[in-house]
């Protein structure tokens, strides 16, 4: 089945909304513009129930089938919040909001699942319940794992949840997706290296926090390529390198910050064990001091074998079995809709954007060219999980 014919016939009504989202980027949970105009747009289309609030500013719409014979609820979710990012597209609808942008495409996840909305209230062609979850603060402040702490799963009844996420370079409107791990835990480390400072010209004199931090840095470098397993994912990256305030002087200390990138648990936790032993014994060889302080962000994105498949089999009937990728290789960035499949089964898939500038780019801006397959898939997921009859 291609793209729906209805849902092409208001592509463009869909484009005006991304648009608009586009021009008033909001960021983590401060998104309370973007929540009133999806809850104006939802109650606008007559689904059966709107909730505002739930994971401070997240809104949630309720569309029941015209049967309801087995209670099926499923969950479908959408992010709402931009970045940081001072925009540099030259697009008529660029940001007017200074220093934020939707750079990641977030204004359009949340208008193909108003797309959808709009068709399966229109429509009511499935058996069972629909619920559609925009979510706030997915770039670092977890408004997944707060919706689910306010009760999301048990609050709506949801049994199955999917989401979905445009990703650059990949070809337009086309599907990948992989069962288990898909998107990465994101860790952070902050390492605090204490020396002795003195005199740039008497460094004998002295315990140089600098020397010990750039050799911590390359021995860093080792946790992956020679205590990894080489068929396990992971990535350590030093991001962040503090130390000194003028030319003449030694300081007393440095510090580095990093993220670590893993796609198994037990890895994570490898990588957490040997930073936070190996660096005080390290740099206690120097002579210097340290301490780890070690953040745990995002859990791995983890996608249940069943509803991979059987999101997979959507995709395909829209776009054909050629454009669908069904092992993808993962991704090492974070995702906040692990939270919701810890909470319950479901599949996160990636829709094509095409040859564009990357995601968390200053030039990016998100392909509405591919609105109508995104809505379409949205739609057949929920009319093919819960049949009438």
């Known amino acids: 089945m291609p793209v729906i014919n209805r849902i ?7 484009v005006e909304w991304r648009q608009d989202f586009h021009r008033h980027p909001e960021l983590m949970f401060d998104v309370q513009r973007t929540a009133a105009r999806v809850t104006e747009l939802l109650q606008g289309f007559g689904v059966d129930e709107v909730v505002t609030g739930l994971g401070r500013t997240g809104v949630v719409g309720v569309i029941r089938g015209r049967t309801d014979t087995g209670g099926k609820v499923i969950g479908l979710r959408a992010d709402m919040d931009a970045l940081p990012i001072t925009e540099r597209t030259g697009k008529p609808y660029t940001s007017e909001n200074a220093g934020k942008m939707h750079a990641c495409g977030h204004d359009g996840h949340t ?24 979510q706030p603060a997915e770039e670092g ?18 049994k199955e949840v999917y ?17 288990g791990g898909i998107m990465a835990a994101t860790d952070v480390f902050r390492i605090e290296i204490e020396g002795v400072g003195g005199h740039a010209a008497q460094p004998h004199k002295t315990v140089d926090p600098i020397v010990v931090a750039a050799q911590l840095i390359v021995a860093l470098q080792t946790f992956v390529s020679r205590n990894t397993d080489p068929v396990s994912s992971a990535v350590l990256s030093v991001t962040v ?13 440095a510090s580095i910050t990093g993220t670590v990138r893993t796609l198994d648990e037990k890895v994570r936790d490898a990588m957490q064990a040997r930073l936070e032993r190996f660096v005080p014994r390290f740099c206690e060889d120097f ?18 074998e069943t509803e991979t498949a059987f999101a997979a089999d959507v995709a395909a009937e829209i776009v054909g079995e050629d454009k669908v990728e ?16 810890q909470a319950r089964p479901g599949a996160y898939i ?27 898939y949205w739609v057949r997921l929920v009319e093919r999980a819960m049949p009438i009859g």
């Open 241 to 253: 390198f503090n130390a000194g305030t003028t030319d003449n002087v030694i300081p007393r200390t």
């Open 163 to 179: 989401g979905l996420h445009n990703f650059p370079g990949q070809a337009a409107g086309t599907f990948s997706i992989r069962a």
């Open 326 to 341: 069904r092992n993808v290789n993962p991704s090492l960035g974070g995702e906040d809709f692990a939270y919701m499949l």
């Open 111 to 134: 208008s193909m699942l108003l797309g959808a909305a709009k068709y399966l209230a229109e429509t009511r062609n499935f058996d069972g319940t629909a619920v559609v979850i925009f």
């Open 141 to 158: 402040g977890g408004g997944g794992r707060v919706m689910v702490e306010d009760g999301l799963m048990e609050r709506f009844g949801i």
């Open 8 to 14: 092409a016939e208001f592509h463009d009504e869909i």
């Open 287 to 304: 002579g210097a001091r340290a301490s780890v302080d070690y953040w745990r962000g995002y859990p791995v994105t983890v996608n249940a």
């Open 350 to 376: 990636l829709l094509g954007q095409g040859d564009s500038a990357g995601l968390h780019e200053d030039g990016y801006d998100f392909n509405d060219d591919i609105i109508p397959v995104g809505v379409s």
